[in-house]
T-cell receptor
């Protein structure tokens, strides 16, 4: 089975712009979660989508949003970028149910200048 | 709110040593605990998943234990190798994934 894929792998944006990141889960996985990783804050949960519905949301401002499509692919959008949004954004997928293992993609490195 | 702590933050050992990484969490209402490794600038690689009803899991040279009542997990690495050098993260799944702060491991040849 192919693993979790994320595109693009690297992005450079300017403050005030918006960005969209994409995640394709492992085939058959219906849950997709997004995380932000920074040196200062570590790994933080952004949100989880399951069957096109947001199931959980972390403590991030409304500038961070996401969606999931019927094929389970997910996108994350950040509007009005700030310097502090520079981070590694990781996507993870798992089969339905809380007890299943999460598998992570390679991440998208976002740099905001 | 769930808080996950990992001790030590960094560890350096000579090749061949056995070592233990620690993970503690404040809320025992979890579904499972997962250990990951992360190489610099890369994503996370799953090492072991322990369900809340289990006490331990083993994979090769790795053994992870879980004591839910005391809010603790340990990752035991036997006969460490330079290729084991990475950051090790534990995460607990309640209503979302909460990650620990990580242990940066260096195995010296």
């Amino acid at each position: 089975k192919a693993g979790v894929t994320q595109t693009p792998r690297y992005l450079i944006k300017t403050r005030g712009q918006q960005v969209t990141l994409s995640c394709s889960p492992i085939s058959g996985h219906r849950s997709v979660s997004w995380y932000q990783q920074t040196p200062g804050q570590g790994l933080q949960f952004l949100f989880e989508y399951f069957s096109e519905t947001q199931r959980n949301k972390g403590n991030f401002p409304g500038r961070f949003s996401g969606r999931q499509f019927s094929n389970s692919r997910s996108e994350m959008n950040v509007s009005t970028l700030e310097l502090g949004d520079s981070a590694l954004y990781l996507c993870a997928s798992k089969a339905a149910g809380a007890r299943y293992e999460q598998y992570f993609g390679p991440g998208t490195r976002l740099t905001v200048t | 709110k769930q808080e996950v702590t990992q001790i030590p933050a960094a560890l350096s050992v000579p090749e061949g040593e056995n070592l233990v990484l620690n993970c503690s969490f404040t809320d025992s209402a979890i579904y499972n605990l997962q250990w990951f490794r992360q190489d610099p600038g890369k994503g996370l690689t799953s090492l072991l998943l322990i369900q809340s009803s289990q006490r331990e899991q083993t994979s090769g040279r790795l053994n992870a234990s879980l004591d839910k009542s005391s809010g603790r997990s340990t990752l035991y690495i036997a006969a460490s190798q330079p290729g084991d050098s990475a950051t090790y993260l534990c995460a607990v799944w309640g209503n979302q994934f909460y990650f620990g702060t990580g242990t940066s491991l260096t195995v010296i040849p």
